[in-house]
């Protein structure tokens, strides 16, 4: 039996979508209040699309925008179109300001505008203001329902402040301090305003100089300042070091798997989808793919080529085409552990630019001994094979050279990669499988007419 | 000019330096208690071994430990060697339960041993308790420093409790409400005792039917659990619903973490290192990555035979060796994007195993097409590099039919994976080039024979 949290989640779910087969709407209303939203949200998933309309006019405002934002977004377009004008106002009035500026991301520009239009005055200027920002940066992702405090204030009247302004703020575990001109002065946490004596005053028990992002921050960067700091909330602050909004945890914690499947769909040449997995038709899945996979057989031209201009060597010693495909794939397959482990090195961190020479000499004495290693143990396996100590002589020492060769590539190529501010992680295994038979071929064929002295 | 967080950071770092080497230890001090952690670690790790010792000993305890927590492991090790016995009995007690747990994994089974005899009778019996759960699960990354409330208790008195034992647990954002047997009955945030009555009772304001995992939960679970119920921190229990430890989104965010480099590690067929990328030596990292080399080789042996056992058909047709890396790099290429989609779409749970079927046939579609793309477009560089148009046929139509096998197979196995308990994640780019390498030479030969009519 599997245990775990998924357990409870089931038994929540099975007797929501039993009252709403039943169409009994005081019931469901009990279910879905006492139901939580990514509980309600999986169970509206499933559902046909007119009965999850219905169950999900049947929530709360509060659990209706929690459960919408647990919705992806072929789904939450899917509802919206089941609702009134009216129903729609209500939610996205009710949306916190970040992640109506995500359904606005998602959903096709014309949509965007019409929902826009339905937004108060002062919702509308928010959300302007942050779909300002550039896709990708901390000013994207904030949003500016923090708590905010003056340092004069005591701690019984932040803490006052905090209770009234507590209902829709995203966190109200950490406050921001900031004087007139909204610069961020320092925080503090409701911690510590639970711990202060009543009277004491907020500019005593706050932490100053605060760290903050930019608005331009990368929002990989916010992950790790998040983590490198250990803090709820982000606060992200313009040029003029104003307070313009925070990204909380929660939203980073998004950010940083949307980052990972990123890295892995580039790294397995896969191009990212704005939509999940079902989200895509088979025609674009084709396209996204597509191009990749043509670049690559573009490359595999110059393998081909120099194959097909060894044809006097190999039509003397046909025996040395069998070893092609372990050569080329050996080759491809050492480059991608070494690119595997600097790309992740560089994302998380862990190594950086100027490391780049000791990286590639460490990879390269990796690659020399993986390579004599491998070559000795091929040896025998391919005297067997092509009867021939020449053939053999030639696969293992081609191997040895091709492993060197490939540590080096692959642990450089992220480098120059990062250091063209292109993403490393788009240095797939299969583009550099493909970039590494060019490599073992050319090495193969010089090898052999070096041992065979042709 | 790079803006960002990393700014402050390095002017903090700077100062920090230069008052260390000046050996001015009182301003030291001054520095250290104003800068930031996770900035004081990157200073220690940057300086002489004997340095950093010093500079840290100048650390306020609260300081040290968190200092001592963004150390990599290495580094922990080479810090510990330069306390004495009762520096490091003082840092051990003050560390959070989880945190030691951390570093006695990652040192040397008879340094453990030592660190543990240091430890008062009290904080071993809480760490030889989290040691006996199994890693990986939940009981091994929990720490039992949570606050208990009891549901009879008023809000004010749940906040005076609250306020006594801040001092020591993890958070106090979140309380659990237990009953005399500790069964789990209720959570109440910190918001909601601020924003209650002082005189309301702790049962009347809290959330009824908390979630939880178990101890044996799989950590990878706890993170999904945590962002699904948007929690700060998870409760967990024993198999009596008995509430053993909590576990906080910042531990969850590096479990996060840890996973997805185990992922991306194993898509590129290397063995995740239990150290970072500097701490492994490189005979260890040879070691590691050769495993799989050598098993990669072995299934190569099967595609060489296949090709030799052909000679006579590429002996009277030499050009058709030149197609070779191309159609075995297509096949690898479409197997690994399709694995790479499925297997990250079961990581993080996007989809499930029965649907199988449905992304196998999905795929297979996916396939079809994109083979029926890349033939029609390879056919005339086939004939142009072949002048054969019967070679280019045999090339287009192979195409198709490695095409859709690879898609097939790349959406089969990483479910065949997880049904067997193995992670998908093992399905390396490299090893599926490898075993599509077989089909796509037999298909290959097969396609060539038909055309041929050999």
């Not at 605060?210 to 608005?215: A, E, G, I, L, R």
């Not at 480059?335 to 390269?364: C, K, Y």
């Not at 492993?403 to 550099?432: E, Q, W, Y």
Request: with cysteine; proline share 4%.
């Amino acid at each position: 039996v599997r245990r775990g949290f998924l357990q409870a989640g089931n038994l929540d779910q099975e007797r929501l979508i039993d009252c709403i087969e039943k169409g009994d709407f005081e019931a469901c209303k009990r279910e879905l209040a006492a139901t939580e939203a990514i509980d309600i949200a999986r169970v509206l998933q499933d559902l046909p699309a007119e009965q999850a309309a219905v169950a999900f006019r049947l929530l709360p405002k509060d659990l209706a925008v929690q459960v919408f934002d647990r919705l992806d977004s072929v789904q939450q377009q899917q509802l919206l179109e089941g609702l009134t004008n009216e129903g729609i106002r209500v939610l996205l009035e009710a949306m916190p300001p970040d992640e109506r500026v995500d359904l606005f991301d998602e959903v096709p520009a014309v949509v965007a505008r019409r929902l826009l239009k339905l937004l108060s005055p002062e919702q509308r200027k928010i959300t302007d203001s942050i779909l300002g920002y550039r896709e990708g940066t901390a000013g994207r992702q904030m949003t500016p329902a923090f708590v905010d405090l003056h340092e004069e204030m005591t701690v019984a009247q932040a803490l006052e402040r905090t209770r009234r302004l507590a209902v829709d703020r995203e966190t109200i575990y950490t406050a921001y301090v900031i004087d007139n001109e909204r610069h961020l002065q320092g925080t503090v946490s409701l911690k510590d305003l639970v711990l202060a004596q009543p009277n004491a005053r907020v500019a005593d028990i706050m932490k100053t100089t605060p760290k903050s992002v930019f608005t331009n921050t990368d929002q990989e960067e916010v992950v790790r300042f998040l983590r490198d700091y250990d803090l709820l909330a982000a606060p992200v602050v313009d040029r003029e070091n104003r307070l313009v909004g925070i990204i909380t945890w929660d939203d980073a914690a998004e950010i940083a798997e949307k980052e990972a499947t990123e890295d892995i769909y580039r790294l397995g040449a896969v191009s990212a989808p704005e939509e999940g997995y079902f989200g895509a038709r088979v025609v674009d899945v084709v396209r996204r793919r597509l191009v990749w996979l043509f670049l690559l057989i573009m490359v595999n031209t110059v393998t081909g080529y120099i194959i097909a201009g060894q044809s006097a060597l190999l039509g003397e010693m046909l025996i040395l085409a069998a070893f092609i495909p372990l050569l080329i794939d050996t080759a491809g397959n050492i480059g991608a552990q070494t690119a595997t482990v600097v790309i992740r090195g560089l994302a998380t961190a862990e190594i950086s630019l100027p490391q780049m020479l000791t990286i590639v000499l460490r990879e390269a004495r990796v690659g020399l001994l993986a390579g004599t290693l491998l070559g000795a143990g091929v040896l025998g396996w391919a005297f067997l094979m092509s009867r021939k100590w020449a053939v053999a002589m030639i696969v293992s020492v081609t191997l040895i050279a091709v492993a060197t060769v490939a540590t080096v590539v692959g642990a450089t190529l992220p480098f120059l990669f990062r250091r063209m501010k292109i993403d490393p992680a788009l240095l797939s295994a299969p583009l550099l499988t493909t970039v590494m038979d060019i490599f073992g071929v050319a090495l193969y064929f010089l090898v052999a007419r070096l041992v065979l002295r042709i």
